[in-house]
């Protein structure tokens, strides 16, 4: 099967997307892309839906998805679609909504296990105290996605 890559410039970084060609299989914060550009249409969706969330524009991405994982790690993935846009879920409730409060580390792993940034929206989780705990693109980056997000979610347009 065939790998398909590009990248993305972004507020929040360059991404680098990989597809099968069938699915996007990987979004990624990156300074040195892995892969060489390998155009496909299926890539250039991805990236205009990426450029309408970060334009506002977006609440939801319409986009095949495929990333592999345990029966767990598949549930917690899908657990995270159903976060809405602009709000945020601990990682304790995150696990009681798989249906067990003692996962919630097992659920935290899988959380940073997603290879779909952004678009798989694991920056949604935080701590139960509100803490900004951990995200494979820096905590820096996922304040700035939640302030994004709220910014929209709350209809506050920039002025200027």
């Known amino acids: 099967m065939s790998l398909y890559a590009c990248t993305c410039n972004s507020p929040v970084g360059l991404l680098q997307i990989q597809s099968d060609g069938e699915a996007i299989q990987a979004i990624s914060f990156t300074i040195d892309p892995a892969l060489p550009e390998r155009d496909h249409p299926l890539l250039q969706t991805c990236v205009t839906q990426l450029q309408e969330y970060f334009a506002g524009q977006r609440r939801t991405f319409l986009l095949?998805?495929?990333?592999?994982?345990?029966v767990f790690q598949q549930r917690v993935w899908a657990e995270l679609l159903k976060i809405a846009y602009g709000q945020t879920l601990s990682y304790r409730n995150l696990a009681i909504r798989l249906g067990d409060v003692k996962a919630t580390r097992a659920a935290g792993l899988s959380n940073?296990?997603?290879a779909l940034a952004i678009v798989v929206p694991?920056?949604?989780v935080i701590g139960s105290d509100g803490s900004l705990t951990g995200y494979a693109g820096g905590t820096d980056r996922k304040q700035w996605l939640l302030d994004h997000e709220a910014k929209y979610a709350n209809g506050v347009q920039l002025l200027f």
Not at 64 to 70: K, V
């Open 112 to 114: 940073g296990k997603n």
């Open 122 to 124: 694991c920056h949604r």
């Open 64 to 70: 095949p998805l495929r990333q592999e994982g345990t």
